[in-house]
């Protein structure tokens, strides 16, 4: 059965993702899409507001699903903590940190890049490893030599992972997973300050395997067959297709999500007023995502009133598509 934060955004049928430079526009951001009848919005942590402002959108409106992402420091991590955040992945290790989150029953996925790293972190009882920065440390060489006498150890190596290394890193035993920019846009954990939802750009099996142990609704990223199968084998069933108008648009997702009857699918990136419909008259979508409802320059410049209308004429949208 779906989660039950899953079904509603379902019910919404569009999701808006947000920016926010100054968290004091978060309480009229919310009251503008609340007002335009679209309870919901995931907030991205590419900017330093981002704990501050999904906290002040909870607070101020409550009845919203608002979803976060990425925890990069180690004030962020209690900042993230306090704020309602369920996980920390670091860029290296520190002892302080780790030792924090183990405290604090917060899952932490941190970096390392040497032998002396991987065994602090041995020491602290962690298996699940983010090698970074992954090419400049000697990349899958050196990740096949550092990372061989460690049986049992997972790694996630990071930083200069690309379309065209990436199944060399994928074809090596003790390698979980891959994170990388080129596919996860920035955000590499999502969640923080009272969210109910998280939603990554791409699939990245150590958020979803802590996302599925702490019973946190997750919608990770997919583009490809491959991807979906490694969603599946996790037992999702409510995926991001991720970037949607890149990756061939409604005639890529009607024929990549044809034969998995079944899933369900929420195609992001390229989505607008004028494709819309086109996408939720698909069979296979859940609902639809997008950033032309809330652009950054409405934000900033307090254009509230246009953002209430754009994301009422998506509402109306979604109503007469359905």
């Given amino acids: 059965m779906m989660n039950e934060v899953m079904t509603r955004l ?4 569009i999701i808006p993702v947000v920016a926010i430079e100054d968290a004091a526009d978060a309480a009229d951001l919310g009251s503008a899409l609340m007002a335009g009848n679209l309870p919901c919005a995931e907030i991205t942590f590419r900017t330093a507001a981002a704990a501050d402002a999904i906290h002040k959108m909870s607070e101020a409106h409550p ?6 992402g990425t925890v990069l420091t180690v004030a962020q991590a209690k900042e993230a903590k306090a704020a309602g955040s369920k996980f920390i992945v ?45 090419e400049v440390a000697g990349g899958v060489k050196a990740l096949k030599a550092i990372g061989g006498p460690y049986v049992g150890l997972k790694f996630i190596p990071t930083g200069g992972i690309n ?20 596919m996860v846009a920035q955000a590499k954990e999502a969640k923080a300050a009272g969210s109910k ?18 019973d946190m609704p997750i ?20 995926l991001k297709f991720f970037p949607a ?9 009607k024929a990549i999500g044809g034969p998995y009857v079944g899933l369900k699918f929420i195609p992001t990136g390229g989505i607008n007023i ?12 859940h609902a639809c995502g997008g950033s032309f409802m809330v652009k950054k320059p409405w934000i900033a410049g307090g254009q509230f009133d246009l953002i209430r209308e754009t994301a009422a004429a998506a509402v109306a949208a979604v109503q007469e598509a359905r």
């Fill in 10 to 13: 379902g019910e919404i049928g």
């Fill in 63 to 68: 009845d919203m699903l608002v979803g976060a």
């Fill in 90 to 134: 670091t860029p290296g290790f520190d002892a302080a940190v780790v030792d924090w989150c183990l405290a604090n029953d917060m899952p932490i996925t941190p970096g390392v890049m040497t032998p002396t790293d991987i065994n602090q972190a041995i020491a602290k009882g962690l298996s699940l490893l983010k090698f970074f920065p992954a």
């Fill in 163 to 182: 379309i065209n290394n990436l199944s060399d890193y994928l074809a090596l035993p003790m390698v979980h997973a891959c994170g990388g920019s080129f």
């Fill in 197 to 214: 939802f998280i939603v990554t750009p791409g699939f990245d099996a150590a958020v979803v395997d802590w996302c599925l142990a702490n």
């Fill in 219 to 238: 919608t990770p990223g997919v583009m490809t067959p491959t991807d979906i199968n490694q969603a599946i084998a996790k037992g999702l069933s409510l």
């Fill in 245 to 253: 108008e890149v990756a061939g648009g409604v005639k890529a997702l």
């Fill in 274 to 285: 004028n494709n819309l419909s086109d996408y939720l008259a698909l069979p296979m979508v």
